[in-house]
């Protein structure tokens, strides 16, 4: 296998990790700086330059992108997508962890647990915001921060008040999130490659400080985590694109809580407390996918006219409901079934014999028009057109 490490730090621990990873297992493997590449899109075929000149042929990439340089990075692994290169982390996966509200919003569609959060800009929507998570005290969290940096616990809703509209008045979008005291200034950073966790540590925060990061000084130690830990995990790197994730989690009284997805996590403190060959099983799984790039379904699937993906709801009374999907005739509509959503559970590529209950989701690809047509309608009433009052515009007070 022929790899290529993006990375602006190819001294780092985990550059270098994995490059040597790579070379132990006798692939042929350079690190790129991230920033030396040009898009090049003048030619009939996606490309790319490196150094000034053509770019020779990978077969896998691995990005390690930088929170600096998220725009261009996420810009040059979608080019390397586009000429059906392999990357454990797609542009979009990577774009979505980076961004917390994102990240977030993502997760919630998919019955993830996660702290209380909300996100406000008006002054006035702020105290409303903060006892909506549960009153003070509260987590702030800068939109883009990483390594703790822009994480601010407020004692208090006052505090918490200032703090946000100081961030506010800065141009800093911020997230306030409920403070989980059970957690008592510990996490658990697990280590997804593919479907699995590879390995998993605790982080304990140092002092009073309530932040567990290693650069803020926390300690760690190894954790074998719990089904329902490793499901979180692993799910939640799935939903957001990514292949080789960390995943940060809570320790909450009723189970996991995901606090962030990294695409980009740092292997130097897993891999001294764990003592496992981290590197080494990010490079195996590259090395085992590299026949299969990761491709943007819906592009992919939406290119001819008249067909398309779409979400559909088997509602409760449904005539669906009780009925295998052989017998549904969904077939016979031009609408193939790829994936059933049930609950927390996800069913890929369901057979004809699978009975649909109410609620079931299926996430279909077919011909848009019919569809359409399976989604109820709304009763609407027809607003009549009034007519024009004297004073079409009212004075400003």
């Known amino acids: ?26 692939h042929e493997v350079r690190v790129l700086n991230t920033l030396r590449f040009a898009i090049d899109l003048t030619g009939p075929e996606p490309d790319l330059q490196f150094r000034g000149r053509p770019l020779s042929d990978y077969d896998a990439v691995l990005p390690r992108i930088g929170s600096s340089i998220t ?15 392999y990357t454990p982390n797609t542009a979009n996966g990577i774009s979505n962890a980076r961004d917390k509200l994102r990240a977030t ?19 006035a929507d702020v105290i ?3 006892k909506r998570v549960g009153g003070a005290p509260v987590v702030i969290k800068l939109l883009e921060g990483t390594q703790g940096i822009g994480v601010i616990l407020a004692p208090e809703i006052k505090i918490a008040e200032a703090i946000i509209e100081t961030l506010h008045s800065t141009k800093q979008n911020v997230l306030i999130q409920s403070f989980v005291t059970e957690s008592r200034g510990r996490d658990i950073r697990a280590l997804v490659v593919g479907d699995r966790v590879v390995a998993a540590m605790r982080r304990r925060a140092n002092g009073d400080e309530f932040r567990s990061n290693v650069h803020r000084g926390g300690t760690v130690e190894p954790v074998e985590l719990p089904p329902d830990y490793e499901q979180a995990a692993v799910r939640s790197a799935q939903i957001m694109g990514l292949r080789v994730a960390g995943v940060d989690m809570l320790e909450g ?46 592009q992919r699937l939406t290119v001819s006219t008249g ?23 969904l077939e016979e509509r031009d609408i193939q079934v790829l994936t059933l959503h049930r609950g927390p559970s996800v069913i890929p590529n369901p057979r004809r014999r699978v009975v ?42």
């Open 253 to 298: 009284n009723d189970g996991p809580l995901v606090m962030e997805v990294n695409s980009s996590p740092g292997l130097e403190g897993i891999e001294a407390a764990t003592n496992l060959d981290v590197a080494g099983a990010i490079v195996d799984h590259i090395a085992g996918q590299v026949a299969f790039p990761e491709i943007d379904v819906r």
């Open 356 to 397: 649909l209950e109410p609620e079931d989701r299926l996430l279909c690809f077919g011909r848009l028009e019919e569809m359409r047509s399976m989604v109820p309608e709304r009763r609407r009433r027809r607003a009549k057109v009034r007519k024009l009052p004297k004073e079409p515009i009212h004075t400003v007070a």
């Open 128 to 130: 409303p915001a903060i």
């Open 71 to 85: 725009y261009f990075g996420t810009a040059v692994v979608r080019q390397f997508e586009q000429m059906d290169v």
């Open 1 to 26: 296998m022929k790899l290529a490490i993006l990375s602006c730090a190819p001294r780092a621990y985990s550059t270098q990790r994995l490059r040597t990873a790579a070379l132990d297992r006798g």
């Open 307 to 329: 067909y398309g993906v779409a979400e559909l709801v088997v509602h409760a009374g449904a005539d669906l409901v009780g009925q295998t999907i052989g017998e549904s005739g």
């Open 105 to 123: 919003q993502i997760l919630s569609r998919h019955n993830i647990g996660m702290p209380a959060t909300t996100f406000v800009r008006n002054r």
